[in-house]
Nanobody
């Protein structure tokens, strides 16, 4: 079992920046990747950025060049630096941990953190 907790959301003006943090706990040795997703009101949850142990970061086209996903060289912590924020970035941001344990994969989600960008 892995528990995932996000932090760092808030209200910011258009063009501003926010930094989200995500920490996984529990069976952290099973984590092989982490990522950020978001869900705006009335829309489906979508990928924002992911990073894995063996692969580099991957970004959605809509955030490429504005957002940066990173780790602190541990497998259970991931950050999302969001710059040049736009009103359309407003959403609940979720962190997901990808795990592999005893040959089975399983994803664990956090509760989400609200990001609101005012125009």
């Amino acid at each position: 079992q892995v528990q995932v907790v996000e932090s760092g959301g808030g209200l910011v003006h258009s063009g501003g920046s926010l930094r989200l943090s995500c920490v996984g706990s529990g069976n952290i040795n099973s984590i092989y990747g982490m990522g950020w997703y978001r869900q705006a009101t009335g829309k489906q949850r979508e990928l924002v950025a992911t990073i894995t142990e063996i692969g580099g970061p991957h970004y959605a086209t809509s955030v490429q060049g504005r957002f940066t996903i990173s780790t602190n060289n541990t497998k259970n912590t991931v950050f999302l630096q969001m710059d040049s924020l736009k009103p359309e970035d407003t959403a609940v941001y979720y962190c997901k941990a990808n795990t592999l344990h005893q040959g089975r994969t399983r994803d664990y989600w956090g509760q989400g953190t609200q990001v609101t960008v005012s125009s």
